[in-house]
């Protein structure tokens, strides 16, 4: 069973940087792929990047702006959000599953507890 925990979240004004962390827990990390998604009040959750040994993809909403990437021997992910902006503002999930990434969640086994993102204007 892959636990995972999420770390990093928190209120950060509009244009600042937020890192996010995921360490999964059981499991073999590097036979995963990461995703990231988000929610906002209101609305459905939707995709924001994943990353595999093929490489990332990211959401149009946020290609620039943030990073995926992972550290195999720390058994973590980190989700780097650069010039964030108020629309970014929602609980970010990170998800995994095994084999190649997917945009979709229905597609991910397993999913952290969520944190909070708010960016202020």
């Known amino acids: 069973q892959v636990q995972l925990v999420e770390s990093g979240g928190g209120l950060v004004q509009a244009g600042g940087s937020l890192r996010l962390s995921c360490a999964p827990s059981?499991?073999?990390?590097?036979?995963?792929?990461m995703g990231w998604f988000r929610q906002a009040p209101g609305k459905e959750r939707e995709f924001v990047g994943a990353?595999?040994?093929?490489?990332?993809a990211y959401a149009d909403s946020v290609k620039g702006r943030f990073t995926i990437s992972r550290d195999n021997a720390r058994n973590t992910v980190y989700l780097q959000m650069n010039s964030l902006k108020p629309e970014d503002t929602a609980v970010y999930y990170c998800?995994?599953?095994?084999?190649?990434?997917?945009?979709?969640?229905?597609?991910?086994?397993?999913w952290g507890q969520g944190t909070q993102i708010t960016v202020s204007t």
């Open positions: 990353v595999s040994g093929g490489g990332t």
């Open positions: 998800a995994a599953r095994l084999g190649s990434r997917s945009r979709s969640a229905e597609d991910y086994y397993y």
């Open positions: 059981g499991g073999i990390f590097s036979s995963y792929a």
